[in-house]
């Protein structure tokens, strides 16, 4: 809703909501480790989840820009398929037949967001939200590989200095810029990027997988909706549908990789 409302350049918005976020999260790094997070990466896991991670909230901004919020929001969700793929071809993760069929049902959804999508931007913005979500996939692998809470949220502030860095030559324009847009960039990167990173990273330590991720599927829901109600903007009728499609098959899917989990665990206390 807020990158809707804002009156400025999706690379601006995107560039400056992450300079803000950058700020916010590193300050929470050194209260929490007592020391400044580093902003060279140091190994290829690290790399891969800063560009990984700018790429996600870069692409994304633009995606909302140029079609609907519907569409860029569950088109970047669809990163479960990309992380799926991916772990499949470069790390050798075997998928079941139920996984499958929950791909292939994600993957026709991801078509019918552009059946009625007949003008140029809007293609171009369901390509840039489909990049988000292989920059999400990109970013998820790379965390995993890291492992160390700390490690991770140092790409993060990475990616967030990487994005800031990409649009600094359109800061100048700032001064021309309303008081409202400039309340939203300021909101943008405070409440929407910097603190919710903080609260899921907290949250994660607390709370099963599968909560986390069902909880955080509320948000393709809830997305088209503020935009529907603020801003006035509908999903068409295929975007509906394939946003059914998506966020049905992301939530069977995590659930049934817990079932998977669960089962697992249950067998190795029993047999311990």
């Keep these: 809703m807020l990158i809707k409302l804002a009156n400025w350049s999706p690379l601006g918005?995107?560039?400056?909501?992450?300079?803000?976020?950058?700020?916010?999260?590193?300050?929470?790094?050194?209260?929490?480790?007592?020391?400044?997070?580093?902003?060279?990466?140091?190994?290829?896991?690290?790399?891969?989840?800063?560009?990984?991670?700018?790429?996600?909230?870069?692409?994304?901004?633009?995606?909302?820009?140029?079609?609907?919020?519907?569409?860029?929001?569950?088109?970047?969700?669809?990163?479960?398929?990309?992380?799926?793929?991916?772990?499949?071809l470069v790390l050798g993760e075997k998928l079941s037949s139920a996984e499958w069929l929950l791909l292939g049902l994600m993957m026709t959804?991801?078509?019918?967001?552009?059946?009625?999508?007949?003008?140029?931007?809007?293609?171009?913005?369901?390509?840039?939200?489909?990049?988000?979500?292989?920059?999400?996939?990109?970013?998820?692998?790379?965390?995993?590989?890291?492992?160390?809470?700390?490690?991770?949220?140092?790409?993060?502030?990475?990616?967030?200095?990487?994005?800031?860095?990409?649009?600094?030559?359109?800061?100048?324009?700032?001064?021309?810029l309303d008081s409202s847009t400039l309340a939203v960039l300021g909101i943008l990167g405070i409440v929407q990027l910097g603190i919710p990173y903080i609260l899921f990273a907290h949250a994660l330590a607390s709370i099963r997988a599968i909560e986390a991720v069902m909880l955080a599927m509320l948000e393709p829901i809830a997305n088209p909706l503020w935009v529907m109600l603020i801003v006035g903007e509908h999903p068409t009728v295929w975007s509906a549908v394939g946003g059914v499609l998506v966020i049905g098959a992301t939530g069977a899917r995590a659930i049934l990789s817990y079932s998977r989990s669960s089962s697992r665990e249950d067998s190795s206390g029993s047999s311990g």
């Design 13 to 88: 918005i995107a560039s400056l909501r992450s300079a803000i976020a950058a700020v916010i999260i590193s300050t929470y790094y050194w209260w929490r480790w007592g020391r400044v997070p580093r902003l060279v990466p140091r190994q290829p896991a690290e790399w891969l989840a800063a560009f990984g991670y700018a790429a996600t909230v870069i692409l994304f901004v633009w995606a909302t820009k140029l079609t609907t919020a519907a569409n860029a929001i569950v088109l970047q969700y669809s990163a479960p398929l990309y992380v799926a793929l991916l772990g499949w």
């Design 109 to 176: 959804g991801i078509l019918l967001f552009f059946g009625e999508q007949l003008s140029p931007s809007g293609m171009v913005g369901n390509l840039l939200a489909i990049g988000s979500g292989i920059g999400m996939a990109i970013m998820t692998l790379a965390v995993r590989v890291l492992q160390k809470h700390a490690s991770a949220t140092e790409a993060l502030v990475m990616g967030n200095v990487i994005a800031a860095l990409t649009g600094i030559a359109t800061w100048h324009e700032l001064v021309r």
